[in-house]
């Protein structure tokens, strides 16, 4: 399909452990978000791309969130020595920019993330 | 500091009448503000933005900055309006989003 994907939907890991979220954005969206969805609550801020480059990173927690997007399209949200507190669902969304850019988001469907 | 307030967590109207979801927001400059639906087992998508000042499936937002405002109003709600919505304003590239509110209609 043409909409943002998120891998995978669903992640149950134990306290401690690794995990990687992936983000395929919509062909052509150079800007890329990543939010952290916690129950009852907003989408929150996490980091945005645009382009290959971090441009503002101010919403990881600690340094234990990392993100990456080497070529400028997909893009990987990596949590190192998870916490219970990191459940949430972890949402990616796309946008075009650039002159009459709406500043429409295009969500994916996130990734659930429990920490047991 | 940027806040988007929802006071309503749950909002229940019946078919047919007027809904009203509030949103309020704090920020120092000239604010562009949105709402974003999520429908049962959807994606989140945008419903409407104030600068385009647009009806989206009957609804309407009216920017009030004397009040801070961004209030979603729809005359005659429909069944299908049940969803969760979400108000967002922008600053720069960052999306900043209230807490929700999830509203039903009742058949």
């Known amino acids: 399909g043409a909409g943002v994907s998120q891998t995978p939907s669903n992640k149950v890991t134990e306290k401690g452990k690794y995990v990687e979220l992936r983000c395929d954005p919509i062909s052509g969206h150079t800007a890329l978000y990543w939010y952290r969805q916690s129950l009852g609550q907003g989408p929150e801020f996490l980091i945005y791309f645009q382009g290959t480059g971090a441009a503002d990173d101010s919403g990881l927690p600690n340094d234990r969130f990392f993100a990456v997007r080497p070529e400028g399209s997909v893009s990987t949200l990596k949590i190192q020595r998870t916490e219970r507190g990191d459940s949430a669902v972890y949402l990616c969304?796309?946008?075009?920019?650039?002159?009459?850019?709406?500043?429409?988001?295009?969500f994916g469907e996130g990734s659930r993330l429990t920490v047991l | 500091a940027q806040r988007v307030t929802q006071p309503e967590k749950l909002l229940s109207v019946f078919k047919g009448a007027p809904v009203e979801l509030k949103c309020n927001y704090s920020y120092s400059g000239s604010p562009e503000l949105f709402w974003y639906v999520q429908y049962s087992r959807q994606r989140l998508q945008l419903l409407l933005r104030?600068?385009s000042r647009e009806s989206i499936k009957g609804f309407t937002a009216d920017l009030n900055k004397g009040e801070t405002s961004f209030h979603l109003k729809k005359p005659f709600a429909q069944e299908e309006d049940s969803a969760m919505y979400y108000c967002?304003?922008?600053?720069?590239?960052?999306?900043?989003f209230g807490t929700g509110t999830s509203l039903t209609v009742i058949p």
């Open positions: 969304a796309s946008s075009s920019q650039g002159a009459g850019n709406t500043g429409e988001l295009f």
């Open positions: 967002a304003l922008r600053r720069g590239v960052q999306f900043y």
């Open positions: 104030h600068i």
